[in-house]
C-alpha cells in the first residue's frame, strides 16, 4: 500500500471514532443530508487549506512536502480541535449540571 492510501484510511477510521466518541445529543438529531452536506463543504474547505499550505511551503522552502504528510498533519489538527472542543463542552456540562445539583436559597433549611 501506498503511504496516501494508509493516511487516508488511517485518517478515516480515527475521524469516525472520535465522532462516535464525541457526538453530543444535538448531534443525533441532525438531519442525514445536513450531515452529507456539511462535509462536502468541510473536505473542499480542507482541500483548499491544504493546497494553500503546500503552495506557501514552497514559496518559503522551494520544495513540495508529499501530499500524504499535509494530509496526515491535517487529520492530526482536526482531532485535536475536535478533541478540545469536546473537553470544552464538557467541562461547561459538568459546571451547569453542579448548579442544578445545589439546593436554592432557603431549599431545606427546616
Known amino acids: 500500500m501506498t503511504p ?3 493516511v487516508l484510511i488511517a485518517g478515516a477510521l480515527a475521524h469516525g ?3 462516535y466518541l464525541t457526538r453530543t445529543p ?3 438529531q441532525t ?3 445536513w450531515k452529507t452536506w456539511h462535509t462536502i463543504v468541510t473536505g473542499i474547505v480542507s482541500g483548499i487549506l491544504i493546497a494553500i499550505a ?3 511551503i514552497w514559496v518559503v522552502t522551494g520544495a513540495i512536502p508529499p ?3 499535509l ?3 491535517s487529520d492530526a489538527l482536526t482531532i485535536a480541535w475536535r478533541l478540545r472542543q469536546h473537553r470544552a463542552r464538557s467541562i461547561e456540562r459538568r459546571a451547569l449540571q453542579n448548579l442544578f445539583e445545589r439546593p436554592s ?3 431545606g433549611s427546616r
Open 4 to 6: 496516501i492510501l494508509i
Open 17 to 19: 471514532t472520535v465522532a
Open 26 to 28: 444535538e448531534e443525533d
Open 31 to 33: 438531519p442525514r443530508r
Open 54 to 56: 503546500a503552495a506557501l
Open 67 to 69: 501530499l500524504w504528510i
Open 71 to 73: 494530509f496526515a498533519v
Open 105 to 107: 436559597f432557603g431549599e
